[in-house]
Each structure stands twice: as C-alpha cells, then as structure tokens.
C-alpha cells in the first residue's frame, strides 16, 4: 500500500472525516516542505439543527471539541511522515498562535490547501463548502516534503446563482460575489462587519461576547441536505 492510502487510511481511522493532499509550491511558507495534507472533522447534524437564531452553548462546546481533536490529529499526521523519513509540521492553533492578525487569517490556511486538494471550495461566507457537508465542518493541515499522490485543484465557487448565505447574514458580511483563486478573502467579505455582529449575537445567545456566529453555516443549502439526511 502506498504512503498516500496509508497516511489517509491512519487519518480516517483516528477520527477524520476526509483527508486531501496538494502541491502547495507556490504557497508553502516553509521552501522545503511543499506537500500539504489537510483533514476535515464535522459537526455532528444535531448541533447545526439548533443554530437557526446563531450560536448555542452546544456549537460553542463542540467548536472548542473539534479544534482539540483536530490539533491532535494534526500531530499524529505529523508523527506518522516523520516515522516514515519525511520533514512535517502540523499546522496546529498552538502554533499558529490564537491571533490570527489583522485580517483573522495565517499564512497559509488550511481552506487554501483544501481547496487545492479538491476537497471544495470557498463559498461567498469565505468559509470551506463542500456538496456532501457544506461548510459544518472544521479543518486542519499539516505541511511536509512527502511525495504525495495530490488532487486536482477546485479555483472557483461552485455556489452559483444562491445567496442564502448572504441574505442569512445580519451583519452584512458577504457581498454575494463567487470567490475564485485570484480573490483575496477581503474582495468579497468583510471580516470585520462579521466579527461585530459575532461579538454581538454571541453575547445575547452565550452570555458573553464571542467572535462566533454560525448562521451563515446554518444557512447553506449543502448544510441544510447533510443535517437532513436520514
């Protein structure tokens, strides 16, 4: 069996839900590492279910869950390439730190090499979409100079004509333009419009503010098939 089939199968079997890999050349803040492998776990359906009014106690308690598990799935990746002779570094919250600067984003984010892996795209609320599970999921990433068997990259929206999101959004957020790769995340959504209604929806739900909201996740029609699946 391959590395690529065995790191995914070794992925899967410690709790995620799918797992990519891509060219990441032109993007790798680190040269010699220009292999990316990214995962992705979900939120489980009965948390979306209560979101219709924003963020809950539950999403809050499992969005801090899934940000644990992910970090350590991060690192077992990790530790796997390096076991098999290869250089890797997990792209865990420790050590990117938890302020993610002025545009609340890092240096590569994992959407982008998720993106390049073919696992989705960037829907117009600039949060990962995929047809299977919209965008109730949380990634992660780990960068390493393994050859890798990468996918073929998605470049452009796959939200169409739908504005769901967008009319979801009373923070006016998201302009409605269709992301593509050339776009910077600011071209077509505005973190700081979303990050003042978060603070204030999350307060009057959670007792406090918070920089959560979730309504525009609630919101896409590729969430609403996965929670409604049977």
Same mark, same amino acid.
């Given at each position: 069996?391959?590395l !690529?089939l065995r790191?995914?199968?070794?992925l #899967?079997?410690?709790?995620?839900?799918?797992?990519g890999?891509?060219?990441?050349?032109?993007?790798? +803040?680190?040269p010699?590492?220009?292999?990316?492998?990214?995962?992705y776990?979900?939120?489980? =359906?009965?948390?979306?279910?209560?979101?219709?009014n924003?963020?809950t106690?539950?999403?809050?308690?499992e969005?801090?869950?899934l940000?644990?598990?992910?970090?350590?799935?991060?690192m077992?990746?990790?530790e796997?390439l390096?076991?098999?002779?290869?250089?890797?570094y997990a792209?865990t919250?420790?050590?990117l730190?938890?302020?993610?600067?002025?545009?609340?984003?890092?240096?590569?984010?994992?959407?982008?090499?998720?993106?390049r892996?073919?696992l989705?795209w960037?829907? =117009?609320?600039?949060?990962?979409?995929?047809?299977e599970?919209?965008?109730?999921?949380?990634?992660?990433?780990v #960068?390493?100079?393994?050859?890798?068997?990468?996918?073929?990259p998605i470049?452009k !929206?796959?939200?169409g004509?739908?504005?769901?999101?967008?009319?979801?959004? +009373?923070g006016?957020?998201i302009?409605? #333009?269709n992301?593509?790769?050339?776009?910077?995340r600011?071209d077509?959504?505005d973190?700081k419009?979303?990050?003042?209604?978060a603070l204030k929806?999350?307060e009057?739900?959670?007792?406090?503010?918070d920089?959560?909201?979730?309504?525009?996740?609630y919101?896409c029609?590729?969430?609403?098939k996965?929670?409604?699946? !049977?």
């Amino acid at each position: 069996m391959d590395l !690529s089939l065995r790191l995914k199968n070794y992925l #899967l079997k410690n709790g995620a839900i799918e797992v990519g890999y891509a060219d990441i050349t032109h993007f790798t +803040p680190m040269p010699h590492l220009n292999s990316g492998v990214v995962f992705y776990i979900t939120y489980p =359906k009965e948390i979306i279910k209560g979101m219709i009014n924003g963020p809950t106690p539950e999403y809050l308690e499992e969005l801090i869950s899934l940000n644990t598990r992910l970090d350590a799935l991060g690192m077992k990746c990790e530790e796997f390439l390096i076991d098999e002779g290869y250089a890797a570094y997990a792209q865990t919250r420790k050590r990117l730190g938890q302020d993610f600067g002025e545009f609340n984003s890092f240096e590569l984010p994992h959407k982008t090499i998720a993106t390049r892996a073919g696992l989705g795209w960037i829907g =117009k609320s600039a949060l990962f979409t995929t047809k299977e599970y919209g965008s109730a999921l949380r990634l992660s990433s780990v #960068l390493t100079d393994a050859p890798l068997d990468f996918g073929k990259p998605i470049l452009k !929206s796959r939200c169409g004509t739908c504005m769901e999101c967008r009319d979801a959004c +009373p923070g006016g957020a998201i302009s409605g #333009l269709n992301w593509n790769y050339k776009l910077n995340r600011n071209d077509f959504y505005d973190d700081k419009k979303c990050e003042k209604y978060a603070l204030k929806i999350s307060e009057e739900n959670l007792g406090k503010p918070d920089t959560i909201c979730g309504k525009c996740i609630y919101a896409c029609p590729h969430t609403q098939k996965y929670i409604k699946k !049977s």
